[in-house]
């Protein structure tokens, strides 16, 4: 790269700025999210290759399960033609002052004449071919440093397309020059009261690191950044709600009991609990802002009917927002039956749907109580009489611009209407309020007595004609079944079975049941009219990728088939379970992994001994290893890139310090560079 060049180069830069790197690559590195030289030089490796030091081959007794460096002569090396393996084989021999010893590699015929006579570094493992130690397919070592036992780890990265770890090294060099023209965002009294590096020497550590020690530090300063700025985003959101009104919603104690009354169940504690937390806030003139999380099957759509109770009776207007129409119109049938009883009317506002225009005009002129629909709710041509309350279903974190658009509904200046966020993924609370901490957290972590618990079992792939008469078995009984895939259309980087690769296969196995088809491509229309066929009975059995895994409710499907499920989370597979066991009858769920290996095993044996989801995920975040983010992102949720599950530590010390630098500067004035940084995590955490 030009000096010349390089110097005018900015972070914020396209990729294309960097040597070496043309639109080709720059694409391929869009597609896994990074856009920028500042976004290269913060993607870290996935693992280190440790290279050692050469060694002599006379210390070569016997094979090697780790690759060894070795420097010696290649003697001779010759291509053999391997007509049954269609391919050629270059076999070779080399010495040094301790021994000789063979070396073959595949289908590099350069090699030959690039090789013979030179003395080289090669790496590789040591085999045992026809009773002869052999070096296989050994990587020549181009880097002295390397070579002569500097810089001896390496670091390899999560690669895409055609893109090598030694070219992203190369780019990854030239972004690190780069960024390291710009000022460290932390104040220097920070750095120096927690031991910290400079930033930029803290990503060249994480890159190529000098000691297991350095290396750890660099991560611990990489992390601390990275949980101080969320802080510091928690902390101004929950103090900017503060300056904003809402009108309060009286709390009316019959009323809610009445409507206990009626229910066919009895609530559990935790539902009574969230309940009474949440109409306590909607009776303060500020804005509720609070997490309802709660495990498949808890019962969160009960309180959240009780939550549009107590806002229509007292007068006012409520929203339901679910993140596709099927979930919307899921929401609808089932708001419909638990507030019938209470004549409060109810609207849906969803794509194609017939009474579009009058749901509007109703909505506008006070006649509809509530309505349920997707973010096309939010929409300027959608307004509100007395808009009071938000329930966002499936979304944790609800953004700068949509709390905008609803102060343009409210009709009130400086007013927002009381939001409740729902989520069914479990996240344990620690985690929780890191994440959301600028959200009041209601938890349902029971699960109603009439819950059906769900037998789990693991069912290897070798089992297939078990698994077929098992499907069979359950049609026959008038009961219907979810088949689950990983992937829609095979992979050539995935290793798993996709639906529509095994779709005919399965219908031709269960010939004369009626199979569906669901997959992301279709469109909501083509999804919904399947799921309402599957939901009639017209489908025995619906084959669909985890497109079910939210919103659907089918009371008479009682066996759910995971294939590849070693490709799903721990937290995926517990929700994508919790479609079935929803009605009176015992239900199963069997899971079909491609591979067997110890930690599969232990994975999915965890899920068949439990069904409850908060220990699922402290156990999935337990087994996770330290390079692991939190959890599973969101729409709407910080992506991590240091963080990990086991940072607890320097997560108190990053909120603590938060508190302590706005407590002494709250608008950040004197850190002008910290302020812009927490703006842009502002900007990544809020839905565009």
Known sequence: MPVSLSTRILPGDPLIYLHGLGPTAARTLQSIGIRTIQELAEYLPRDYEHYGKPITIGSLQKPSDSPVLICAQVISINNRQSYRRRLTIQEGLLSDESGSLAVTWFNQPYLVEQLSGKIAFLRGKVGLYKGTLTLESPELVRDPSIALGKNTVQPIYPLSGKITSKQIRYWIKQALDVVSRTPDILPPHLKEQLRLPDRVPALRELHFPTTDAARELARKRMTFEELFLLSLFVLRERASLTQVHARPIPLVPELLREFVGLLPFALTNAQRKAAWQIVQDLAQPHPMNRLLEGDVGSGKTVVAAMTLLACASAGGQAAVLAP?????????????????????????????????????????????????????????????????????????????????????????????????????????????????????????????????????????????????????????????????????????????????????????????????????????????????????????????????????????????????????????????????????????????????????????????????????????????????????????????????????????????????????????????????????????????
């Open 324 to 688: 596709t129409v099927i979930l919307a119109e899921q929401h609808y049938v089932t708001l419909q039956q638990l507030l019938r009883p209470f004549g409060i009317k109810i609207g849906i506002l969803v794509s194609d749907h017939p009474d579009i225009k009058k749901t509007k005009d109703h909505l506008a002129k006070g006649k509809l109580d509530i309505v349920i629909g997707t973010h096309a709710v939010l929409k300027p041509s959608v307004q509100f009489k007395r808009l009071q309350l938000v329930i966002v279903d499936e979304q944790h974190r609800f953004g700068v611009k949509q709390r905008q658009l609803l102060k343009t509904k409210v009709r009130l200046p400086n007013h927002l209407p009381h939001l409740l966020s729902m989520t069914a993924t479990p996240i344990p609370r620690t985690l929780a309020l890191t994440l959301y901490g600028d959200l009041d957290l209601s938890v349902l972590d029971q699960k109603p007595k009439q819950r059906q618990p769900v037998a789990t079992k693991v069912l290897q792939k070798k089992s297939q004609a078990l698994l077929f008469a098992k499907i069979k078995k359950v049609a026959s009984r008038g009961e219907q079944v979810f088949v689950v895939y990983p992937l829609i259309d095979a992979s050539d980087k995935v290793s798993a079975r996709a639906l529509l690769d095994e779709y005919q296969d399965l219908c031709t196995e269960l010939s004369g049941i009626s199979v569906g088809l669901l997959h992301g491509r279709m469109s909501d229309q083509e999804k919904n009219q399947t799921i309402l066929r599957f939901k009639q009975g017209e489908f025995a059995v619906l084959a669909s990728t985890p497109v079910i895994e939210v919103g659907i409710d089918i009371r008479n499907a009682t066996l759910m088939v995971v294939m590849s499920a070693e490709r799903f989370g721990l937290a995926q597979l517990h929700q994508i379970r919790g479609r079935v066991g929803r009605g009176s009858q015992p239900s199963e769920c069997l899971l079909i992994p491609d591979a067997a290996t110890d930690k599969t095993r232990k994975r999915l044996e965890l899920l068949c001994s439990t069904d409850d989801g908060f220990a699922l995920a402290e156990a999935d975040l337990e087994m996770r290893g330290p390079g692991e983010p939190f959890g599973t992102k969101q729409h709407g949720q910080i992506s991590f890139k240091f963080a990990t599950v086991l940072d607890s530590r320097v997560l108190a010390q990053a909120k603590e310090t938060a508190v302590e630098l706005l407590q002494n500067d709250p608008g950040l004035r004197s850190w002008p560079l910290l302020r812009q940084r927490v703006d842009r995590v502002a900007t990544q955490m809020h839905l565009e």
